[in-house]
């Protein structure tokens, strides 16, 4: 037989010489380069052809003689790996090109692409780019929009990571729904009904009995039969649980720090500079009113359950004229419009010790202080018509001890689009699911 | 009205004098300190009575005389602040324990807990711990377990991020089951059909297309029949996929750098030391052995399509033996056996450019080289007598120009259990989930 092969790895995935585009200006002058990637625009001018080529880093220019463009056989979004000799051009993108090109291709489009990616923005209609979404996201400006997500759940995790926090990843086939019967999925699980996780909610209650402070990050599902441009059938909840509290403040406090993490690693991306993003300041002293005080303020009727929309703009034009602070807190909403599991506020159970957070006038975050008392559940869950029984694997975490504790979840699609002040969670979502779209 | 009010965050989450249980052996001696957590273990000798107290970092001793312990109504689980003096003391856990301490009771348990959670280790049977999964992580050495899953998320995205790779989110609420209509689940999705994903496979392929080098890490859905130690209908996937490879062998190479990550941040994790464990390394040369030739090595018929798991076993024992790995990939295995989108091995299309990767004798990863060519997924799609019409929006990346690439997926679960030599996947899940399981 054969002896088995060591191989050796100290070769690393690439051959040494691929620079990427956005080192290129590093690169030795008149020294010869490799770069990988897409064809991202092909310009034949009478005197000269320009390659623009894309990899992951971004672009970079490749001149052709007009006889070696002739024989060249290569369009927009054809693969190549271009060998050629890195020369300063102080016109050129990063002050660099690649003249004296061989170019090898490693693969060819079936026919040419259906959306004009070399163009500075897309043109196509939402439902177009949603249709194409695997091409639509090669664009660099798309592109980037994920990229400042990608930095965000990473912000999110280094920074509770510092904080003493564990990941869980818990399961999103359960048993039963979440917090209502209402908008769940349902599935067939070897014979018998399940249902898909509204939330983590309940799993990371239960583990801050094991952990104190957890994280996750993961899809979470809604079947929301409503149809609007800020809800998804599928997101990327960030959620986040810490026992050991005070009250609400302490984990409004946490949520501070975290939002600051994610806004911090956006800041120091790539993406953001492409964008030319001016990426916010999480003031170190957030904006916090009571829900009361929020309705007079924006002249709503003092029984007013809840925020409606125009509501949630006049807060943070509010806190953004009197406080310079892109982010504004409402605490203390009403007990009878949050789940059984949220804490009143001690001194008035009308109210809540519970928040939500508002990012440029919208939604971003709800959170608060959870009840931690078995006896206080089987209250509230008996207050609301609820079978304590319903709750049975729940309920058995707080009736074996549980400190005061709370959290928050942060939508990831939500994030993104108010950083980038996009009209439509639609377009920050990698592959959206909604009421019409299971597909790409 | 009442103003807006600016609340102060500068005052992290505890009060100042929380200290964690690990942190106690650093308390100045004499100075009043306070714990929070619950109570492990109550021990009531006749001239002392000893608490210990369990938080998020370990335990603690805390030493009551007997007039404070006869007043003091706690007992295993109940959840406590306890105010003392950080005492030297050479015998207790840490080297210093609390004195002359103060306790105040956060929440009581409703009745005395049905595990016994102060024994050294866990003594219930797998499905009692798994019906009381929330209880069963609490005891130290079961938290420790899933910390090391922590850890190596953490080692797993963090090499991937140092080597160029983008995180992304795929949708998990699919139109099609991903590489077979077998072992599937289904579900309801507005009046239509539609399956749970069982890789993020064809996602992450089509964004390599955008990113080049891309990973997830989230759960992927499995409806096995079978009961196995080894299988769950839900797990975590940590999945990876990069562009311009040269074939199966780079890929193989950024999963050992991606394994070496994963094994240096568990082996630096708090909860290695407190189980103990001997973590191992992965050679910067993994042995590699053809699937033709690994038969041959078990002795095996030269015509098995697949290996056994007995033959993982041998396999994993030769590596041990002849090159001191715990590791050892298998490359090459027949064609017939992988998904239709694998690379053949270009100089003999029996075989693929594909591997798997045998942690201590059994798969742990499966990865290789895929196909990058329309026509090549085409041809194969139809010499398995499947319509590429069925797989048009997958197709349509590679229609649209890929380059060279593959990827792997390693099952966090399974690395656990091997890492700590567990005999069932269920004991290093949260929450396993399986064709009896379902709860809690």
Redo the contacts between chains.
């Keep these: 037989?054969?002896g088995?092969?060591?191989?050796?790895?100290?070769?690393?995935?690439?051959v040494p010489e691929?620079v990427?585009a956005a080192d290129l200006a590093s690169a030795v002058p008149s020294s010869r380069v490799r770069l990988?990637g897409?064809v991202h625009r092909r310009r034949d001018l009478s005197a000269v052809t320009f390659l623009i080529v894309r990899?992951?880093?971004g672009l970079a220019q490749v001149v052709l003689e007009p006889d070696a463009a002739r024989q060249l056989d290569v369009a927009e979004?054809?693969?190549v790996d271009v060998t050629g000799t890195a020369t300063p051009n102080p016109v050129a993108p990063g002050g660099v090109e690649l003249t004296d090109p061989g170019v090898t291709v490693?693969?060819?489009?079936?026919?040419s692409?259906t959306l004009e990616l070399w163009r500075p923005t897309l043109k196509a209609s939402l439902p177009v780019l949603l249709d194409?979404a695997?091409?639509a996201?090669?664009h660099p400006r798309q592109?980037a929009l994920?990229?400042l997500?990608?930095a965000a759940?990473?912000g999110f995790?280094s920074t509770l990571?510092g904080?003493?926090f564990?990941?869980?990843?818990?399961?999103?086939?359960?048993?039963n729904a979440t917090e209502s019967g209402a908008n769940v999925?349902?599935?067939?699980?070897?014979g018998?009904p399940?249902y898909?996780a509204q939330s983590p909610q309940f799993?990371k209650q239960?583990?801050v009995?094991?952990?104190?402070?957890v994280y996750e990050t993961?899809?979470v599902?809604r079947?929301e039969?409503s149809d609007t441009v800020r809800h998804l059938?599928?997101y990327?909840s960030l959620d986040a649980e810490?026992g050991?509290?005070r009250d609400h403040?302490?984990v409004?406090?946490?949520l501070?720090?975290t939002i600051a993490g994610m806004l911090d690693a956006v800041r120091g991306s790539r993406a953001a500079e492409l964008l030319g993003l001016d990426v916010p300041t999480i003031p170190?002293?957030?904006?916090?009113?009571?829900f009361a005080?929020a309705l007079?303020?924006v002249g709503a009727p003092a029984d007013e359950p809840d925020l409606a929309p125009e509501h949630e703009r006049t807060l943070g034009a509010w806190a953004l004229r009197?406080?310079g602070s892109d982010f504004v807190a409402v605490e203390g909403y009403p007990m009878r419009k949050r789940p059984f599991y949220t804490h009143p506020q001690p001194d008035d159970p009308r109210w809540s010790n519970s928040f939500d957070l508002l990012f440029r006038g919208m939604e971003l975050v709800t959170g608060g202080q959870r009840l931690?008392?078995?006896?206080d559940y089987v209250d509230a869950l008996r207050a609301r018509g609820e079978s304590p029984d319903a709750y049975a694997?729940?309920l058995?975490?707080f009736?074996?001890?549980?400190?005061?504790h709370g959290g928050f979840a942060i939508g990831?699609e939500r994030f993104t689009a108010r950083l980038t002040e996009t009209d439509n969670v639609r377009r920050v979502a990698?592959?959206p699911?909604d009421?019409?779209r299971?597909?790409?």
């Design positions: 037989m054969c088995p092969e060591v191989i050796s790895l100290i070769v690393p995935v690439s691929r990427l990988s897409w990899d992951r880093s979004e054809w693969v490693l693969s060819a489009p079936t026919e692409p194409q695997p091409l996201w090669r592109r994920w990229q997500s990608a759940l990473r995790r990571d904080l003493g564990t990941e869980i990843q818990t399961p999103k086939i359960v048993a999925f349902q599935l067939g699980y070897f018998q399940a898909l799993y239960q583990l009995g094991v952990f104190e402070r993961g899809p599902f079947a039969p059938a599928e990327v810490l050991f509290i403040r302490d409004l406090a946490v501070r720090e170190e002293e957030v904006p916090t009113i009571h005080d007079r303020l009197e406080h931690h008392r078995y006896a694997t729940y058995q975490a009736a074996d001890g549980m400190p005061p990831l990698l592959y699911r009421l019409h299971v597909t790409p």
